[in-house]
C-alpha cells in the first residue's frame, strides 16, 4: 500500500489535524515532514493512501490551515494536486 | 506585634501562595516535557507539542477565545501589552485610553508613537458613545482598556465598551492584569480584539509568562523574529498563528503553570474566589472606616470594583506607613504609585500615592483582624504624637 502524508501550516494545526483524524477514524503516523518537501522541522501525519478521500474530507470539513497532500512514489514525495 | 509568618496583602502584585497544583505542574514540565515543542520528530519533541497545544485549547476556552491558534503565549502581560500596540498600530495613529491605565501601556504607547487621548469617564456617569465621539479623531484605531485598575479597583464596563467599540469601528485592547481569573472574561461576548493577560496574579500561575489572545478579526505584524520550526527556509516569520508571533523556544515550565492555575481557579470555583476576596475586602473596608484620619479610595458601586483597595492615614506618608507595617507587623502591602501615575492623578492621590489592601485566595479572617488591629493601632499613635 503506497504512503500519504498531510501537512499543515504549523505545529498548532498539526496537532489539530491528529484529532480531526482521529475522531473520523482515520490511522496516522505522525512523522518528521520529509525534507524532500520542505525546510520546516515540523510534524506531518502519515497514513495509507485508501485514507486519502476520507482525509481530503476531513480536512477540508474541518478548515485546518493546509499545507498540502503528499503521496510517496519510490524515493521521494508528489504534491497531489485536486486529484 | 510582628508576626512569624508575612500577611502578605499585595496579590494585584503577584499572588501569594501558588497553589501546589501549580508547583507541582511546573515542576512536572521541568522534569518529565524536557524537548522543544514544534522543533522535531521525535516522540519527546510530540509530547511537549501535545502538552503545549492542550494547554493552548484549555485557555483559549477559559477566555471565550474560539480559534485558540490565536492564542500566543508571551513572556507576561507586559509583554502582551507591547506585542499587541506595537503590532497593531503605526507611528502617529491615535487611540482611546483610560486614565487608570498602567504603566504598561503609557509607555509603550510613547515608546511607539501612539496618540492617546484618555476617555473622561467616571462611575456617577453614564458611559455613552458620546463619550468616545468626542476624543475620536481620524486616527483612532482602538480603544485600550485597563479591565481593573491596579490601584483602587475600578472595575470598567467591558461589555458595553466593546459594544461601543465594535459600532465605532475601533480594536478592542484589554489589559486584564487585574482580572483574568477572577472576573469573567469572555472575548467573544465582550467584543475584545485583543487580550492581554499575565499568569502570576489572579490565574495564580508562575511570573515570566502571559498570553496575547486575538480575535479573529485582528491581524499583527510580528515585533519579534526568530526560529518556530516551521516555514525554516524562509527569511520572513511565518504568515499562520501561532508561529507568526512566537518566535523562540517556548517557555514550558510557565505554560504549565499556567495551565495549572486555569485548572486551580475552575477547580475551586471563579466565582467562590472573588465572593471570599469580596468578603474580606468589605469587611476591612468596614472597620478601616472607623478609624479616624483614614481615607479610602476606591469605587462607589460594588458592581464597578474588584476587592482591593488603596487607602492613607493623614499626616503619615504611605512609604512610612508601608514600611512600619512591614517591620513592626510582618504585613506586606505595596505602597506608593503602583506604576500607574495617571490612576493616581484621576484619584486624587498624585504624587505622593497610597498604601494598597489587596487580598488573596488564601487571605485568613485572622490575618485581616491583625491587620486592622495594625492600622488601628498607627492611626491612634499618630494621633497622639500630634496632640
Not at chain 2, 49 to 55: K, L, M, N, S
Not at chain 2, 380 to 385: A, F, P, Q, V
Amino acid at each position: 500500500m503506497k504512503q500519504c502524508i498531510a501537512a499543515f501550516k504549523t505545529t498548532y494545526e498539526t496537532l489539530n489535524a491528529e484529532d480531526c483524524f482521529r475522531d473520523a477514524g482515520i490511522k496516522f503516523r505522525p512523522i518528521l515532514k520529509p525534507r524532500k518537501i520542505g525546510s520546516s522541522c515540523r510534524m506531518v501525519l502519515r497514513f495509507d493512501e485508501s485514507l486519502l478521500p476520507l482525509a481530503k474530507k476531513v480536512v477540508a470539513k474541518s478548515k485546518l490551515e493546509f499545507a498540502g497532500f503528499y503521496r510517496q512514489e519510490g524515493e521521494i514525495w508528489i504534491k497531489i494536486e485536486n486529484d | 506585634m510582628k508576626q512569624k509568618k508575612t500577611i502578605y496583602l499585595d496579590n494585584a502584585a503577584t499572588s501569594e501562595p501558588k497553589p501546589k497544583a501549580v508547583l507541582k505542574a511546573v515542576e512536572t514540565a521541568l522534569r518529565k516535557i524536557t524537548a522543544s515543542p514544534g522543533r522535531s520528530g521525535y516522540q519527546m519533541a510530540h509530547t511537549a507539542d501535545r502538552f503545549v497545544y492542550d494547554c493552548r485549547k484549555r485557555a483559549a476556552a477559559f477566555f471565550g477565545l474560539e480559534d485558540a491558534s490565536r492564542l500566543i503565549y508571551t513572556p507576561g502581560g507586559t509583554y502582551s501589552i507591547n506585542v499587541a500596540i506595537n503590532g497593531f498600530l503605526k507611528k502617529g495613529d491615535h487611540i482611546i485610553s483610560t486614565g487608570r491605565q498602567h504603566n504598561a501601556v503609557t509607555r509603550a504607547l510613547d515608546s511607539f508613537g501612539i496618540n492617546s487621548t484618555e476617555l473622561a469617564w467616571n462611575e456617577d456617569q453614564p458611559l455613552t458613545e458620546k463619550l468616545f465621539q468626542k476624543v475620536m479623531n481620524k486616527k483612532t484605531k482602538a480603544v485600550i482598556v485597563n479591565h481593573a485598575s491596579n490601584v483602587d479597583g475600578l472595575l470598567y464596563p467591558l461589555k458595553k465598551i466593546g459594544r461601543i467599540a465594535k459600532k465605532l469601528k475601533l480594536a478592542l485592547i484589554v489589559d486584564a492584569a487585574q482580572t483574568a481569573g477572577l472576573v469573567k472574561i469572555d472575548m467573544k461576548k465582550m467584543n475584545i480584539d485583543m487580550l492581554c493577560v499575565t499568569a502570576h496574579k489572579g490565574l495564580l500561575g508562575p511570573a515570566g509568562i502571559g498570553i496575547l489572545a486575538l480575535s479573529k478579526n485582528c491581524g499583527l505584524k510580528p515585533t519579534i523574529s526568530g526560529g518556530t520550526g516551521s516555514v525554516s527556509e524562509g527569511t520572513k516569520m511565518p504568515a499562520d498563528y501561532p508561529d507568526r508571533l512566537e518566535a523562540g523556544s517556548m517557555n514550558l515550565g510557565g505554560i504549565a503553570g499556567l495551565d495549572a492555575g486555569i485548572r486551580e481557579i475552575q477547580k475551586i470555583g471563579r466565582m467562590e474566589i472573588l465572593k471570599a476576596k469580596t468578603k474580606l475586602t468589605e469587611k476591612t473596608c468596614r472597620a478601616l472606616s472607623k478609624i479616624e484620619k483614614i481615607k479610602i479610595y476606591r469605587p462607589k458601586k460594588k458592581e464597578n470594583r474588584i476587592p482591593l483597595f488603596l487607602f492613607n492615614i493623614e499626616g503619615i506618608d504611605p512609604s512610612e506607613l508601608g514600611d512600619m507595617l512591614d517591620r513592626k507587623y510582618g504585613i506586606a502591602c505595596r505602597v506608593g504609585l503602583h506604576c500607574a501615575p495617571s490612576a493616581h492623578r484621576e484619584i486624587g492621590t498624585y504624587p505622593e500615592g497610597g498604601v494598597r489592601f489587596a487580598p488573596g485566595y488564601k487571605t485568613t479572617i485572622t490575618e485581616i483582624n491583625l491587620f486592622v488591629k495594625a492600622i488601628t493601632e498607627i492611626a491612634e499613635k499618630k494621633s497622639k504624637e500630634k496632640r
